[in-house]
């Protein structure tokens, strides 16, 4: 790439076809911008770990607010699952449109960054999950207790 012009780093291929068509100086890169495409969904599930962890499990009502946030980790699930997938599949495609010794650091370059997001939306999902299922098991203990309480009271009436 001894141009003069800037090199342009594109993610999707058939833009990547049709500049290099045109003459462009184009690199295509499948893995380079999966970081910024990651973020929201892990940010979701980043909110949702935040807002369980703030749910007080000796309200007798916790249920209710574990069972609607369960239900909102549920409704990105697919959406996850499908961007984890293609973190995956897009580490496996190569770097195209530099010389050889420009390919090797855009390469690793282009895995780092795959492998960031990857790992980024996987440690969010595993968060949300886990923060869940302990605040549900701490719910329901509580709620095991209030039950045996109110019983107990019942059975001296």
Request: proline share 4%; glycine share 6%.
């Given at each position: 790439m001894?141009?003069?012009?800037?090199?342009?780093?594109?993610?999707?291929?058939?833009?990547?076809?049709?500049?290099?068509?045109?003459?462009?100086?184009?690199?295509?890169?499948?893995?380079?911008?999966?970081?910024?495409?990651?973020?929201?969904?892990?940010?979701?599930?980043r909110g949702i770990a935040k807002h369980a962890e703030s749910i007080n499990v000796f309200s007798p009502f916790a249920f209710f607010s574990l069972r609607k946030l369960r239900g909102e980790a549920k409704e990105r699930t697919e959406e996850a699952e499908g961007l984890l997938a293609e973190c995956l599949a897009r580490m496996t495609e190569p770097v195209e449109g530099m010389?050889?010794?420009?390919?090797?650091?855009?390469q690793g370059f282009t895995f780092a960054a795959g492998m960031s997001a990857f790992t980024e939306l996987e440690h969010a999902f595993s968060a949300a999950s886990a923060t869940l299922d302990r605040k549900s098991s701490y719910a329901f203990a509580a709620f095991s207790?209030?039950?045996?309480?109110f019983l107990a009271g019942a059975s001296v009436l």
């Open positions: 001894a141009s003069s012009r800037p090199t342009r780093f594109v993610s999707e291929r058939d833009e990547y076809d049709s500049l290099r068509g045109a003459g462009a100086d184009v690199v295509y890169t499948a893995a380079l911008f999966m970081p910024s495409r990651v973020k929201a969904v892990a940010d979701h599930y010389t050889a010794a420009e390919l090797s650091w855009i207790l209030y039950v045996g309480v």
